[in-house]
């Protein structure tokens, strides 16, 4: 069974970057689209980022296209969020996961393996 390990996340301040990297175990990690969806405190959790099977294709909620960048490098088995002018209403708990498919989804239930996620809190 695939293991998706978040790391990255912290405390910055509104403006600023954060890269997010989602390490996965096993050998087929090339097969499989992956995302990013992130939840805040109270809230549902949503879609962020996704990207296919070998990066030719991302998309992006509208909440954060044009400051993220998913990307993905299969020789190392991990998915990125770089993460560029933060802004308060970022912060949230953001968890890696992939889909079984070759191709993204925008939706939480085309994902069959998720991380535990990594904090990403933004100040004013």
């Known amino acids: 069974q695939v293991q998706l390990v978040e790391s990255g996340g912290g405390l910055v301040q509104a403006g600023g970057s954060l890269r997010l990297s989602c390490a996965a175990s096993?050998?087929?990690?090339?097969?499989?689209?992956m995302g990013w969806f992130r939840q805040a405190a109270g809230k549902e959790r949503e879609f962020a980022a996704a990207?296919?099977?070998?990066?030719?294709?991302?998309d992006y909620a509208d909440s954060v296209k044009g400051r993220c960048t998913i990307s993905r490098d299969n020789a190392k088995n991990t998915v990125y969020l770089q993460m560029n002018s933060l802004k308060p209403e970022d912060t949230a708990v953001y968890y890696c996961?992939?889909?079984?498919?070759?191709?993204?989804?925008?939706?939480?239930?085309?994902?069959?393996?998720w991380g535990r996620g990594t904090q990403v809190t933004v100040s004013s």
């Open positions: 996961a992939r889909s079984p498919r070759i191709h993204s989804g925008f939706y939480a239930y085309e994902y069959d393996a």
């Open positions: 990207i296919n099977w070998s990066g030719s294709n991302t």
């Open positions: 096993g050998r087929t990690f090339s097969n499989y689209a």
